[in-house]
């Protein structure tokens, strides 16, 4: 599994959305969001996060999910920006 795809999988265990979100599309504005608050020399926050993802992932909170998963959000971005070479 590739940065994006851990970061995906990720935001949708976090946040509940379908098991089609994020689209890549999605991902990435969701990506430049949190990058924004990032580049301001702050940290995003679980509530950046969710309205993020809540922005841009219409069934955000509409699923359940057996697995918890507790990746550190802020990292899965960071490799995934890594990745993309940006």
């Not at 608050?37 to 069934?59: N, Y």
Request: a negative charge; proline letters at 3%.
């Amino acid at each position: 599994m590739n940065p994006d795809q851990q970061l995906a999988h990720a935001l949708r265990m976090k946040f509940k959305t379908s098991y089609d979100e994020p689209t890549d599309e999605q991902l990435t504005h969701i990506k430049n969001t949190l990058l924004q608050i990032q580049g301001r020399g702050a940290v995003a926050t679980a509530d950046d996060w969710r309205s993020a993802v809540t922005l841009f992932c219409p069934s955000a909170g509409k699923y359940k999910y057996a697995g918890v998963d507790n990746s550190d959000l802020n990292t899965l971005l960071a490799l995934a920006t890594q990745a993309a070479g940006g």
